[in-house]
Structures are given as C-alpha cells and as structure tokens.
C-alpha cells in the first residue's frame, strides 16, 4: 500500500530537480484545470457611501424642480377630471371594496386607465434584453466546451505527461504538446466523455460528482501513457485503480490545503512558484504508486506476469518504493538524472521530516 507521506516527500524532491520547467506546466494545469483562483479588487470601503447620505439622497423638492405651475402651464386642470378622474369602481380597484389590497387595485387602476400603464414597451425591452443574454451565455458556453474538448484538455493531458515522466528523469517542456500528435482524437473523445459524465453525475446533488471525479481521476495519465488506449478500457482501468483509493486519494488532497490557503492569501504566488508545480508532481506519483499495486493485484487474482490491462509493462526500476514507511534521500549529484530507485527501508527515519 503506497503512503500519502512518502509520495509528498518523493515529490519535494522531484520539484528541487526540475524547478522552472515544473512551475511553468504548473501554472498551466492549474489554468486548465481550476486551481488558479481567481481574484478581484479590493474595494476601499471609504469609497463607498450609504445610499442615503446627502451627497446621493433621493430625496428632492418637486416644486423647486419643476416649478410650482408645472401642471398649471402644461396641463388644464380639468385635464385629469376629464380624462382619469373616474370613481374607482369595484372593477378598478379590484374588488379593493370586498378586501383586496389598495395597492393591487390602485395598480390595476393605473394598468387599465393611464396611458402606458401596461408598459408594453418596457416588457418587450426586457424579454429583448433577457434572450440576448441567454443567447450570449449560451454561445460562450458553446465556445468555452469546444475549447476544453479541443485544446484544453489534450493540454492537461500533456502536463500530465510531463509530471509523470518528471518521476524518471528531467523532462523537457515540448511534452506538453505529446496528445496533439499522439492520438489526438481520441483523447479528446475520452476527455470529453469523462467530463460529461462527471458533469451528469454532479447533477445529482454534487456528491456522486464528487465520488465520480476520484474514480476517473486515473483517465488523463492513462492517456498520457496510452494515447490510443480506447475510451472503455480507460473509465474501466481508471474504475478499477480508484477501487478502494478513493477516500485515500481525497485525503491526499485533502492534506494539500494548507498550502492551497497559503497561495490564496498571497494572490496565488506560493502556489504559482511552489503549490502547483508540488501538487501536480505528487498527484503524477500517486497514479504510479496506486498503478504499481494494481499491476500487483493482477498479477495475484490472474496467477501470472501480467500489466493489469496496461499497454505498457511496468520494468523492475519502477519499483520507487511509495508503499515504504521509511526512505532515503541520495547523496549522488547525479541523481537528478538517473532513475529513480527504491530506497533502504531503515536509512532514514522520516518522523522527523514534514508531511507538509
């Protein structure tokens, strides 16, 4: 069983080794994928001022506005007699005489008697203005999924790439770009239906949204490895892999947050040049150690040397020892490129080191 901590400190050292390229794809995950917070201005609360304070009072003097012969001049006086100054009747005041409200009826009033009262054109305004805003949602919505589908999320795909690779050796910044010449089509079909489908099943109250995010967690770093792997066997492997690790995984994450409230309060610069390039690094190292017990229980219940499914067969140094309550840091200079090898058990003793 791999550990949360061991992976934590596996991947402190991986960001030591590789530190620029991992903040600059770090950025660009946590652009695609959601965790760049967004920030907005702080207003001076001296700036704002009540709405009845004098400078804004909606309080003002008809008559020193207009004049006090502002209907004398404009208006005869029998104009209102003439034209509104009907009782109001049963009918205009909508039965107000048998208990409505004065309100209703006096708007009823004004709704069959004074010109405009319907306020026809204010309505037709504002159904105008009400579907050119569903129309520009929707449009934008439209453009926003054919992004993701089409850029974005082969993007996420090759930043995966790019950290999990990160596990072995230096890894360069053009892998970012891998899905766009590798299977391109259907990464894009897969990710797409993985979101969907984790689209869907939020619907439900969040919660099974949440349960289905972690069980399809594994489907980018799938492709990552196995670009043409078909979108089936990619939710089946991934299903497979978060069987039993989904509560594990969220309190993996769940142990990040100290640092994702840190890179909040400082406008996301700890989590641009630390948090984000740590967290991807750690997330890549977690699919390799939940991988590795996979394989390993394929191999028990199928009684042979089998990849559990996997195009690729994991070799002997892929054994980097996340299931070891104790490991050691090298002292080689070459470590950074060289592959990562299983530690001694007892040259360490990681009760003194931070989790965090």
């Known amino acids: 069983m791999w550990s949360r901590k061991v992976i934590k400190n596996m991947a402190k050292d991986a960001v030591k080794r590789n530190y620029w390229k991992m903040v600059l794809i770090g950025l660009l995950l946590a652009f695609l994928t959601g965790e760049l917070t967004q920030f907005t201005k702080e207003i001076d609360s001296n700036d704002l001022r009540e709405f009845t304070h004098d400078d804004y009072s909606y309080e003002y003097d008809f008559d020193d506005e207009y004049g006090d012969d502002f209907f004398d001049d404009g208006y005869d006086d029998d104009f209102f007699d003439d034209e509104y100054s009907q009782d109001f009747d049963d009918k205009d005041l909508g039965d107000y005489e048998y208990g409505r409200s004065f309100d209703r009826g006096f708007k009823n009033y004004i709704e069959n008697h004074v010109p ?9 305004l504002l159904a105008a203005s009400v579907g050119l805003i569903i129309t520009i949602v ?3 919505s439209a453009i926003g999924i054919l992004l993701t589908a089409f850029i974005f999320n082969p993007l996420v795909v090759g930043g995966n790439k790019f950290f999990y ?3 072995k050796r230096n890894e360069d910044l053009g892998v970012v770009s891998f899905a766009f010449d590798h299977g391109y089509k259907n990464v894009t079909y897969t990710m797409f239906m993985r979101d969907l489908f984790t689209f869907l099943w939020t619907l439900l109250f969040i919660i099974p949204g949440l349960i289905k995010m972690y069980e399809y967690r594994m489907i980018p770093y799938l492709l990552a490895e196995n670009p043409d792997m078909p979108c089936e066997d990619a939710f089946k492997i991934s299903r497979r892999m978060m069987d039993g690790n989904k509560w594990d995984a969220f309190v993996f994450d769940l142990s990040f947050i100290g640092w994702a409230i840190l890179s909040a309060i400082t406008f996301n610069i700890v989590g641009i040049f630390y948090y984000f390039p740590y967290y991807f690094q750690a997330s890549a190292m977690l699919y390799d150690a939940i991988k590795i017990d996979d394989q390993h229980k394929w ?11 996997f195009d690729q067969t994991a070799d002997a140094d892929r054994e980097r020892g996340y299931n070891q309550t104790n490991w050691s840091k090298t002292n080689d200079t070459q470590h950074n490129t060289e592959k990562w090898e299983q530690a001694p058990v007892n040259s360490w003793d990681r009760n003194t080191d931070s989790e965090v």
């Open 165 to 167: 690779n990160n596990i």
């Open 116 to 124: 405009f009262g319907h306020s026809r054109q204010m309505r037709a």
């Open 299 to 309: 191999e028990n219940v199928n009684g042979f040397n089998g990849n559990g499914g």
């Open 138 to 140: 929707i449009i934008v």
